[in-house]
């Protein structure tokens, strides 16, 4: 399975950028789809994720200015992030929990990251 997003940038403050990312590869089942970023010196932290059937999870500090959505049927999910803060810069990383076989278990699969850089 591999993870494959585009969508990074520069971006002015207050500004908007979509990320995408689609899963491609042996899926039977994928479970739920999210995105973490990770800024120079930190953490890898969650961004928001979504699961198959619809349900989403945001982190506090994009709630109201970023949105996740998925397409199943193309195993792919978005992020819409508005109102782009300086402090949203970070590497952004695609995440997903998918079952690549009938009876296997669910692994979790990474993207390479897209850089988001929010600067004037």
């Known amino acids: 399975v591999q993870l494959v997003e585009s969508g990074g940038g520069l971006v002015q403050p207050g500004g908007s950028l979509r990320l995408s990312c689609a899963a491609s590869?042996?899926?039977?089942?994928?479970?739920?789809m999210g995105w973490y970023r990770q800024a120079p010196g930190g953490q890898r932290e969650l961004v928001a994720t979504?699961?198959?059937?619809?349900?989403?999870n945001y982190a506090d500090s994009v709630k109201g200015r970023f949105t996740i959505a998925g397409d199943n049927a193309k195993n792919t999910v978005y992020l819409q992030m508005n109102s782009l803060k300086p402090e949203d810069t970070a590497v952004y990383y695609c995440?997903?929990?998918?079952?690549?076989?009938?009876?296997?278990?669910?692994?979790?699969?990474w993207g390479q990251g897209t850089q988001v850089t929010v600067s004037s």
């Open positions: 995440n997903a929990h998918i079952q690549p076989y009938r009876y296997a278990r669910e692994y979790e699969y």
């Open positions: 590869g042996s899926i039977f089942s994928n479970h739920a």
């Open positions: 979504i699961t198959e059937g619809g349900r989403t």
